[in-house]
């Protein structure tokens, strides 16, 4: 079973930072596709970024490019999220999630959530203005 812990969230101000993380017991995530999604109270569960099987390659939703980070550290199990200039819209419960395989096709399903079967419990980021 593969299980994957979120931490790192908490509040902040607008402008502000801070950096999610993701630990998974799978070893064999070393070899997938991850992502960070959220979900606002009331709204669809949103892809925010996308890191392919070695980290070279990221893919953002539009609204957090130039202010959010996707790396992974492969060695640790661990994918991150870091967040700066944060804003009030930015509020919400952040998942990780990891794909079955090494899929990586830009402007396909890599932001969807049926791209992906296995989630964490979410770690809640609140930003206030």
């Known amino acids: 079973q593969v299980q994957l812990v979120e931490s790192g969230g908490g509040s902040v101000q607008a402008g502000g930072s801070l950096r999610l993380s993701c630990v998974t017991s799978?070893?064999?995530?070393?070899?997938?596709?991850m992502a960070w999604f959220r979900q606002a109270p009331g709204q669809e569960r949103e892809g925010v970024a996308a890191?392919?099987?070695?980290?070279?390659?990221?893919y953002y939703v539009d609204s957090v490019k130039g202010r959010f980070t996707i790396s992974r550290d492969n060695a640790k199990n661990t994918v991150y999220l870091q967040m700066n200039s944060l804003k009030p819209e930015d509020t919400a419960m952040y998942y990780c999630?990891?794909?079955?395989?090494?899929?990586?096709?830009?402007?396909?399903?890599?932001?969807?959530?049926?791209?992906?079967?296995?989630w964490g419990q979410g770690t809640q980021v609140t930003v206030s203005s």
């Open positions: 890191v392919s099987v070695r980290g070279i390659s990221m």
């Open positions: 999630a990891a794909a079955t395989s090494g899929m990586w096709v830009v402007g396909g399903n890599l932001l969807s959530p049926r791209a992906y079967t296995y």
């Open positions: 799978e070893y064999n995530n070393l070899r997938k596709t």
